[in-house]
Structure formats: structure tokens, C-alpha cells
């Protein structure tokens, strides 16, 4: 079945130039790469979210019973503050490629060897509300029925903040998900296509304090969109990948069927 793609009128580019607060909680930050990539302008944009102020939710459109929608839209129907992908999914494009559930739905019942878990809806205190579940250390199966929300994904930095993303030579764009040292959530969309294992290199040399990091998508469906009191902050799309569409001409949102939402408390 062909892709559908679907125009989304988008924010007028911007210039990395550090940090902006956009809402109380959220702040967007287009920092530069240290390293120049070979196409585009190397800019990771970074949205970080305080889950004290906003909840995450999943939003799946096999749970929802809907298509598969392009980032703005889904943040418009289903009235969140921004969305990024939740995972990579299978040729369905309905189901996600490892375990995905919210409560009692489940997109997908089987866990795969993936090690970082996103966790959120803490069902009680003293946990995080969000937090990365790293299965290496720390025990995924007391943790699993605390929470509301479990998303299984490629985890790129270990325990210690080690990058584990073995090296290739194929690149894309990317967007990811991490946490800091507060406990914020870091949003991050990287469109200049970098090798997996260099961009986590560049991303643990930024000012971030990431201590968990996973992977959510590559190439053109890397998507993340947020809009503020009417005004779009943040409207990323991904281009190239390796093999598929070697370029950074795409200027569409392509249609993604899993998405981490959030939206104020």
C-alpha cells in the first residue's frame, strides 16, 4: 500500500540559537551539532518538559481505532501540547515492533530484546511520573504494573551514560527520547542524517545531562510537532535515510501510527 503523505502548512525555519522558554515547563532548545553533517544544518532540537507540569500519555491508532495520522494532526485531534514518535512499527504500520501498552490496551503483548522501556502514568508515589526503565538495571518486572504507559524501545546509552549503539555506516534522521538529570523528558529530532552511533556521541557532548536515551524512528517519519497557545514552537520533520530516500528535500509530516503526547496537567 503507498505512503499517503499529507501537507501540513509548517513554522518558518529557524537558526540554532539556544533555549527558549515557550511555556512554563517547556522549554525548546536548537542547539549545533558538533559535528557539521554532510547534508543539512546539523541542528538538534531539543523540547524539555517538566512531567511535573505535563502528563504523557500514549496515543496509538490500533488502541484508538483510527488511520495513522501526520504529527500536527494527531496533536490536534487528540488536543496534546506536542507529540513525538513512539516507536518503530511493523509492516501493518499499525503495531509497534516491541511491547506497547496503556493500561489495559495492548498494541503489542511481546517483549523483544530491546532495553530501554518508557514508563509513564506513575499508578502510585514515590515514582517517577516518567521515567526510562533501563532493563539492565533495574527491575522491569516490579516496575511494569506501576505504571499506565509501557513503550519498549532501542536503548542508546547504558546505566552509566555509555553510548551501546554499535557503529555502521548507514545514516538518517532521527528522533529520540531521553531523560535527564531532573527528571525532565528530552523530545529530540536531529533532521541532518548522522550514523546512529555518532549522533549519540554529539548528543552525550551537548549540555543536556542525559541519563537515559532511546531510539523512536529514522528517515522521513522522525517527526516532532509542538504547538503553544496557538503558536507552533516546534515543527520537525525527518528526510534522508540510507537506501531510501538519500535526500533533505521532504518537507511533509508522512503519516506515523504511534505517538508519546503530552499535554498539561
Not at 87 to 93: A, E, G, L, P
Not at 156 to 185: F, K
Not at 207 to 217: A, G, H, I, Q, T
Request: aromatic share 8%; proline share 7%.
Amino acid at each position: 500500500m503507498p505512503v499517503l503523505l499529507i501537507l501540513t502548512p509548517q513554522a518558518p525555519p529557524q537558526k540554532p540559537g539556544g533555549w527558549e522558554t515557550v511555556a512554563p515547563g517547556i522549554e525548546v532548545g536548537r542547539l549545533l551539532a558538533p559535528t557539521r553533517a554532510a547534508v543539512g544544518d546539523s541542528t538538534v532540537t531539543v523540547v524539555r518538559v517538566d512531567p511535573a507540569r505535563y502528563e504523557f500519555r500514549l496515543l496509538s491508532a490500533k488502541l484508538l481505532g483510527h488511520d495513522e495520522l501526520p504529527a500536527p494532526e494527531w496533536a490536534e485531534r487528540h488536543a496534546v501540547v506536542g507529540v513525538i514518535n513512539a516507536s518503530m512499527f511493523r509492516q501493518d504500520r499499525l503495531t509497534s515492533v516491541s511491547f506497547m501498552r496503556d493500561g489495559a490496551r495492548v498494541n503489542n503483548g511481546s517483549w523483544s530484546k530491546d532495553k530501554a522501556v518508557f514508563a509513564a502514568g506513575a499508578r502510585d508515589a514515590p515514582l517517577p511520573a516518567v521515567q526510562i526503565i533501563d532493563r539492565t538495571c533495574q527491575d522491569l518486572a516490579n516496575l511494569e504494573t506501576r505504571y499506565r504507559v509501557l513503550v519498549q524501545n532501542i536503548r542508546m546509552i547504558d546505566c552509566q551514560g555509555r553510548n551501546v549503539w554499535a557503529p555502521q555506516p548507514r545514516r538518517w534522521s532521527t528522533a529520540c527520547v531521553g531523560t535527564d538529570g531532573d527528571g525532565h523528558v528530552l523530545l529530540i529530532h536531529v533532521r541532518s542524517p548522522y550514523t546512529t552511533h555518532d549522533l549519540v556521541d554529539m548528543l552525550l557532548a551537548l549540555s543536556l545531562d542525559l541519563r537515559r536515551l532511546m531510539y523512536v524512528e529514522g528517515g522521513p517519519e522522525a517527526s516532532l510537532y509542538v504547538k503553544v497557545n496557538g503558536r507552533v514552537a516546534v515543527s520537525a520533520m525527518g528526510s534522508f535515510e540510507s537506501g531510501f530516500l538519500e535526500h533533505d528535500d521532504n518537507q511533509t509530516f508522512w503519516p506515523i501510527p504511534n505517538v508519546i503526547g503530552f499535554a498539561q496537567r
